[in-house]
């Protein structure tokens, strides 16, 4: 559970620990805010589309090959960016880092997929949620202790650290999860195959646009608040770490609540539904905020169950969708990854034009993404006829060869 909840915090962990330096990026790199911010798009976009090749790579030759070679890819991206002496550069390295760290995100939930179904994987995505929802707890606090005591370029000498220490613990310490007997082919049309098959099913394209449209919200808010809320709320470098620290905490909170409710007391998909309408309502507040130009605080307070649903809504909409992917689900977790990061990253960028540190950009940008989010959950209920398809307990998980 430590290693799989370190892989998953790979995407948080790489962009958290170095937002409360983009203002003084900007400065150093002599360069616009708009280009700092696009540091985080490619790395999102990179993210997306090394996830296409990695999962089908893992279901024909396992998950640990992959996963190895993308670590290693991580650390050398992440050395590149701490010597970067331009923007630019620093934009080319922060892609290399994506598609190391786009192995170690797949994989993981293709690693869960493999030793666990029905409600136990789950429950098992929710408590992955206390080992990797401490990264957007403590990195953006920690990436401010850096910087304010260093440089922003030793946040990325950090996690070429972290990534290094990752690659050991693996090597010595994770089997491989896909026995021979159920790899896939590794021909180019088998992929493609596999990928169609996932596409012309309407509950797993449903479920992976609502997670992809709610980690879209996220992202805008991930990629915007360092500004919103240090220049124009006028917070601190500090200041702004502690209220992203006290939203991430709020993310793992949810998902432990999402541990003890599946199964038990709901369904996964009631509590994703019960996620996205939460988050909607949230963030119509922020928007209220904005417009009617209330305190901070008021902002600052809406803030927080609108990221905090993320806790709730991620570990039931991977588990639906893949629940009936056994048998590919390098490819289904790959298609998964792929839309949230993508669609993350055209959002975060559509904000950034629309204006940077803009409040009410942040607002509508989140608005826009969970009202999408919403309306696909409507389709879903009525494919699913109001129930979920993982009511029936699961069997025990088998161990691992």
Known sequence: MLILGSLSAFAPMTIDLYLPGLPDMAADLETRASLVQL????????????????????????RRRPLLTGLVVYVLGSLVCLAAPTVEVLIAGRVVQAFGASAAIVLSRAIVRDLYAGTTMTRFFSTLMLVSGVAPVLAPVAGAQIIAASHWRVVFGVLAVFGLVLLVTVVLRLPESLPVDRRQEARLLGHLRRYGRLLRDPRFVACIAISGLMFASLFVYI???????????????????????????????????????VGRFASELRLLGLGVLIGIAAVLVVLLAVVRDWPAAVVVAAL???????????????????????????????????????????????????????ALAMALGMVACM???????????????????????????????
């Open 304 to 358: 927080f169950p609108a990221v905090a649903v993320f806790g709730l809504v991620m570990a039931n909409a991977t588990s639906l969708a893949l629940a009936e992917q056994a048998a590919s689900a390098g490819a289904a977790s790959s298609l998964q990854g792929m839309v949230q990061f993508l669609t993350a990253g055209v959002a975060a960028a559509i904000v950034g034009l629309a204006g940077e540190g803009s």
């Open 371 to 401: 009202g999408l989010a919403l309306v696909v959950l409507v389709l879903l209920v009525a494919l699913s006829g109001g129930r979920s398809s993982q009511r029936r307990r699961a069997p025990r998980p088998a161990a691992p060869r």
């Open 39 to 62: 540091s985080l798009t490619v790395f999102v976009v990179g993210l997306a589309l090394g996830q296409l090749v990695v999962g089908p790579l893992s279901d024909a030759w396992g």
């Open 223 to 261: 990629s915007s608040s360092s500004f919103v809320l240090q220049e124009a709320y006028g917070f601190s470098v500090r200041g702004f770490s502690l209220v992203f620290a006290l939203n991430g905490a709020g993310i793992v909170a949810a998902g432990q609540l999402n541990r003890v409710l």
